[in-house]
């Protein structure tokens, strides 16, 4: 279910999956802290794959592929986060050119995960299963099944029952 219109781009060559009941809100009125922006779903380059599990949820979020990101089932991702498997950019003699697989690491969120608002996953990050990033979260390295990330960079410790 799409609420507002998201920009979507897929790479030729490239993979571009949603699973049964994804909703993708893009509209301003479509979440509760409303959204600033559309949804930015992109695969980037051949080969590139960007895989969403069924009852997905997104709001404003970016998430752009070079290489691979995949999504759980079941998760959440919060208003305007980021998820992205590469730098966008690599430095040359000749100063900076595009390129999204230089460097790029695959990005794999597990299954029924929470991404709070604004937080921004980065390259080579593997999420675990009912792991909980917090708002405004940057993470730059792996969190396990049942752990909250949060702060900037992203300390990890465990889910208190």
Do not use: Y
């Amino acid at each position: 279910m799409f609420a507002g219109r998201p920009l979507l781009s897929v790479a030729r060559d490239s993979s571009f999956i949603m699973g049964r009941d994804v909703e993708v809100a893009s509209a301003v009125r479509a979440t509760v802290l409303g959204c600033f922006q559309p949804c930015v779903l992109r695969t980037l380059a051949p080969q590139a794959r960007l895989v969403f599990g069924d009852k997905t949820g997104l709001s404003a979020a970016v998430i752009c592929a070079g290489l691979s990101i995949e999504i759980g089932a079941g998760t959440l991702i919060g208003a305007g986060a980021m998820i992205i498997d590469n730098d966008f950019h690599a430095h040359c003699e000749q100063g900076w050119r595009s390129e999204v697989q230089a460097g790029a690491r695959p990005v794999k969120i597990g299954r029924e995960v929470f991404i709070g608002a604004r937080a921004i996953i980065l390259k080579g990050v593997t999420i675990g299963d009912r792991a909980v990033i917090g708002a405004g979260a940057v993470v730059t390295r792996d969190v396990p099944a049942d752990h909250i990330a949060a702060g900037n960079p992203a300390g990890i410790s465990p889910k208190r029952r």
